[in-house]
């Protein structure tokens, strides 16, 4: 794990972690609806986990430096395609996944065209910026993914495996090697750190969570 000076705590015009103006599409029965993704409310404390988190950051400031290089990069070749290739990837990968989102009937060739695929591409891809936005905040990143990887707990009966998540993050690193052309390995190997811990996160998240729902049966 990198350590970095407390100074980015010391500066006035730190930024505080960025709002998620968007909005998260939760998959009901195929049918998408929408949901705020987790975000801090306290701004205050925002500032005073920050500095704390600033010490102990799970990735290196020169990978975090690259990651947010890439993403500009990334972006001027077209954001708004970033998610439906990390997510048809996915579903190339694990074709059983269609399932969770309703997508079983559609022809691989036609996912593009369908509302529920374009709705949850946007989600990685917001997710994504967000992630990339608030990096000099872990604390809320592990917390954001922890809540998320919870709440994958009610696919458990639609057939959710959360080995799927190893394959998402193998998508996301292919994706993120594609827009630096394969020749920048520094980016894709900082990707991979990064995707990496947030999968650790949310399978944090996700066996709290049932061990939780384990000891609720037990004590009832």
């Given at each position: 794990?990198g350590?970095d000076?407390s100074?980015?705590?010391?500066r006035e015009s730190a ?14 029965g195929?049918?998408p609806?929408?949901?705020?993704l987790y975000?801090?409310?306290n ?14 950051h ?6 975090r430096?690259?990651?947010s ?8 070749t ?6 439906a290739k990390i ?6 990968a694990?074709p059983?996944?269609k399932t969770?989102?309703g997508?079983e009937h ?5 996912l593009k ?7 949850h591409?946007l989600?990685?891809?917001k ?6 936005k ?9 917390q954001h ?7 994958h ?5 639609r057939g959710?495996?959360?080995?799927w998540?190893?394959?998402?993050a193998?998508c ?16 894709t190997?900082a ?7 947030i ?6 998240g996700?066996?709290?969570e049932i061990?939780?729902m384990k000891?609720k049966?037990v004590?009832?």
């Open positions: 794990m350590n000076s100074r980015l705590c010391c930024a505080l972690p960025a709002n998620l103006a968007s909005m998260r599409y939760k998959v009901d195929g049918r609806r929408k949901v705020r975000r801090p409310e701004t205050i404390l925002a500032k005073s986990v920050g500095c704390i988190n600033a010490k102990q799970f990735m290196h400031r020169r990978d430096l690259l990651i290089k890439s993403w500009m990069k990334a972006q001027k077209g954001a708004e395609y970033i998610g997510f048809h990837r996915l579903l190339t694990q059983e996944i969770i989102f997508l559609i022809p691989h060739e036609m065209y369908d509302l529920r695929f374009r709705q591409s989600v990685y891809t997710t994504i910026d967000y992630v990339v608030n990096l000099e905040f872990p604390h809320y990143l592990e993914f922890e809540l998320l990887g919870r709440r707990v009610q696919y458990q009966g959710f495996d959360p080995s998540w190893d394959s998402f193998e996301m690193t292919e994706a993120a090697a594609e827009w630096e052309l394969h020749r920048n390995r520094p980016a190997s990707w991979r750190i990064l995707v990496s811990n999968i650790m996160f949310m399978r944090r996700f066996d709290d061990g939780r000891e049966v004590v009832g």
